[in-house]
């Protein structure tokens, strides 16, 4: 039987949540990304990284890259957790900007994850501020316009969390090779 591993990376929790559904519907051990975790990842056959989207960069995926050459032989997908609405420009949008060189033939699946003003601090709040108005940023315009929708609900709080967004990754993880 083969074994599996979800790392996940979340800021405000959403993709933590994903990450434990998914640690329960395939029965894999459930661990957070760190330097530690990521020198584990070679005993098991499936893994699954799971991070949130920040500035377009999926959140703990940098940290993976120096392991990649040691994957071949195993399955891996991506889960990117993000605001942006669930559609194919969004998703090769952020294939093409962070699975580059050893990491492109690995599958990026995605989730819609949550805005909620009250959990971002004070540094990410500046951080995505300046990037909406920097005229470098390479994001979609929808995703702008997701984020500039949010300032204006009385809470601050959008939440698109769905357990359905899963299971195009289960159906490939329970695929036989
Ligand atoms: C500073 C900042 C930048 C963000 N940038 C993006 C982005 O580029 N694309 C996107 O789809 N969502 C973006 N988001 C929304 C997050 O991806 C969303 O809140 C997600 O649920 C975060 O996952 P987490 O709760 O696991 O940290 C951004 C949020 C913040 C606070």
Do not use: C
């Given at each position: 039987?083969?074994?599996?591993?979800?790392l996940?990376?979340?800021?405000?929790?959403?993709t933590?949540?994903?990450?434990q559904?998914?640690?329960?519907?395939?029965?894999?051990?459930l661990?957070?990304?760190?330097?530690?975790?990521?020198q584990?990842i070679?005993?098991y056959d499936?893994?699954?990284?799971c991070?949130?989207?920040y500035n377009?960069?999926i959140?703990g995926l940098?940290?993976f890259?120096?392991?990649?050459?040691?994957?071949s032989?195993?399955?891996?997908a991506?889960?990117?957790?993000?605001?942006s609405s669930n559609?194919?420009?969004?998703i090769?949008y952020?294939?093409?900007?962070n699975?580059?060189?050893e990491?492109s033939?690995?599958?990026?699946f995605?989730?819609?994850?949550?805005?909620?003003e009250?959990?971002?601090?004070?540094?990410?709040?500046l951080?995505s501020l300046?990037?909406?108005?920097?005229?470098?940023r390479?994001?979609p315009?929808?995703l702008n316009t997701?984020?500039?929708?949010?300032?204006?609900?009385?809470?601050n709080r959008f939440n698109?969390?769905?357990p359905?967004?899963?299971q195009?990754?289960?159906?490939?993880?329970?695929?036989?090779?």
């Open positions: 039987m083969s074994t599996g591993i979800i996940y990376k979340s800021k405000t929790g959403t933590k949540k994903y990450a559904l998914l640690a329960d519907e395939l029965d894999y051990t661990v957070e990304t760190s330097e530690n975790s990521l584990n070679l005993d499936h893994i699954i990284l991070g949130g989207v377009s960069e959140y940098m940290m890259e120096r392991y990649s050459r040691l994957l032989n195993k399955k891996v991506v889960l990117a957790v993000g605001a559609n194919e420009m969004i090769t952020l294939k093409e900007h699975l580059t060189r990491l033939p690995i599958p990026l995605y989730a819609r994850g949550a805005w909620i009250q959990m971002i601090n004070t540094k990410d709040k951080r300046f990037y909406r108005q920097s005229p470098y390479e994001d315009i929808e997701q984020l500039n929708q949010t300032e204006t609900t009385p809470t698109w969390f769905n359905e967004y899963l195009p990754l289960i159906s490939y993880m329970k695929e036989t090779a």
